[in-house]
């Protein structure tokens, strides 16, 4: 089985806190940390300055178009930052808990 790590960025800890919830009584994800970051980017052609959270989400690499589809339905952005990285190695016990806390589904 395969294992990726999630990064979304939100507007705020309300909105992170909300879609962090939701995805963990779903089983979609086994953890998250979040982190509150200063984010410059180009935005409809203007540079922006934005305080947003960055949220980092373990989960297997088959839940990832559950995972974005339910970030999509609950997130404020218009286009959402949503990026998978797959975690090529790792503990197997720290694997084999993402199994055990994530959706057979």
């Known amino acids: 089985m395969k294992y990726c790590m999630m990064i979304v960025?939100?507007?705020?800890?309300n909105e992170a806190e909300k879609v962090?919830?939701?995805?963990?009584?779903?089983?979609?994800?086994?953890?998250?940390?979040?982190?509150?970051?200063?984010?410059?980017?180009?935005?409809?052609?203007?540079?922006?300055?934005?305080s947003e959270v960055l949220v980092f989400m373990k989960t297997r690499a088959d839940l990832y178009a559950d995972v974005e589809e339910c970030v999509r339905?609950?997130?404020?952005?218009e286009v959402p930052e949503i990026i998978a990285v797959p975690i090529e190695k790792g503990l197997p016990e720290y694997l084999a808990w993402i199994d055990e806390n994530t959706s057979d589904c």
């Open 9 to 13: 960025t939100f507007t705020d800890e």
């Open 20 to 50: 962090v919830t939701e995805l963990l009584e779903r089983k979609l994800i086994a953890c998250a940390q979040m982190q509150d970051i200063r984010s410059r980017y180009v935005w409809k052609g203007e540079q922006v300055r934005d």
């Open 73 to 77: 339905s609950l997130h404020s952005y």
